[in-house]
């Protein structure tokens, strides 16, 4: 039975990858600091004899005694309410949290995988985005915590790949939503959902004509696995390449859960992405993976996520 360290797995990404590997037959070591991870995503977890929970925090030395194979570190604020709350944290897990894991990966001769985010495209010149292109990020502003920290955290997963032959693996994902979203996360999903469903006016930031495309999170998981799997070593793309208005996903959401609520404009943020969709043609030709679930089907089960929980 191989090992898996997969730390930030309690948050939504990490607890969801968790599960699926437990299914795959792997034993699953899950790391968080429950800084934004909550222990109620990994809960249904804990009597599989497979998974052992470690409560740490990954910018710290991390002392792991027993064998691992693979080391997925998706540790991390992912949204900007939280990034903007915890700047200096953010960027210290996407470097000494990533020296860290890097180190373990190296001693324990463990494959790696960086999870890292469309984020390091900033707001982009080019649509969709490939692989190939180095973005347009303000590393000064607000966001800089975070799209700066992500591409730290690749140049020195690259330099390990280089200098110590760790086989590593980086997954650039875009934007993902589905159940165990936090309703006060500050993403789009979880904030239009929760608005929708209390009747309350639906906040888009400037005119709602920004873009973003979702991918359903079994998509997402499903494609880490295959990376994770492949002998790939430059960054890869997985995401919905299926573009959307902010406006027109409000207009979804209002139909969806059948709600009352107005459209309310706010200002802007800076440094917001205009435009966000992922080019997946590398994870189509190397991976054979591209999303199958509908936003119509992703959607309605988050709803229902959301109205139960």
């Known amino acids: 039975m191989k090992t898996i360290l997969v730390t930030g797995g309690a948050g939504f990404i990490g607890s969801h990858l968790c599960e699926f590997l437990l ?55 992912a949204s900007p309410v939280d990034y903007q709350k ?31 985010t469309s984020e390091v ?21 607000p966001r800089g915590c975070y799209d700066e920290a992500k591409r730290f955290a690749e140049a020195l ?12 693996r980086i997954v650039r994902i875009f934007n993902t939503y589905g159940p165990k979203m936090r309703k006060d996360d500050g993403r789009v999903v979880p904030n239009f959902i929760n608005q929708a469903l209390k009747n309350k006016p ?11 495309s979702f991918c359903y999170v ?21 995401g919905n390449p299926e573009e959307h208005t902010i406006l027109d996903f409000a207009q979804i959401i209002k139909k969806l859960t059948k709600s009352r609520s107005e459209i309310a404009f706010k200002e802007l943020p800076v440094d917001d992405p205009h435009i966000r969709c992922p080019d997946i043609s590398k994870a189509k030709k190397e991976l054979g993976w591209e999303p199958k679930i509908s936003l119509k089907e992703g959607l309605s089960r988050t709803v229902e996520w959301f109205k139960n929980n």
Not at 107 to 116: P, T, V
Not at 121 to 141: A, C, F, H, I, L
Not at 157 to 168: E, L, N, S, T, W
Request: net charge positive.
């Open 157 to 168: 997963v690259m330099a390990y790949h280089r200098v110590h032959k760790v086989d590593a």
């Open 121 to 141: 495209y900033g707001d982009p010149k080019v649509n969709p985005q490939p692989e190939s292109y180095w973005g347009n990020v303000n590393p000064v502003g």
């Open 202 to 212: 639906i906040t888009i930031y400037g005119y709602g004509k920004q873009t973003r």
């Open 218 to 238: 079994s998509d997402l998981i499903e494609g880490i696995y295959r990376l994770m799997m492949s002998n790939l070593n430059d960054p890869v793309n997985l």
């Open 23 to 77: 299914g795959k037959g792997f034993r699953v070591i899950c790391m968080d600091n429950l800084i934004t991870g909550n222990k109620k995503n990994i809960e249904h977890l804990n009597n599989n004899k497979n998974f052992i929970f470690v409560k740490h925090n990954v910018n710290e030395h991390i002392t792991v005694n027993e064998p691992v194979d693979y080391i997925l570190h998706f540790a991390s604020p």
């Open 86 to 116: 915890i700047p200096i944290q953010t960027l210290k897990t996407g470097s000494l949290g990533t020296h860290n894991t890097l180190g373990l990966a190296f001693a324990k001769k463990a494959k790696y995988m960086l999870a890292s």
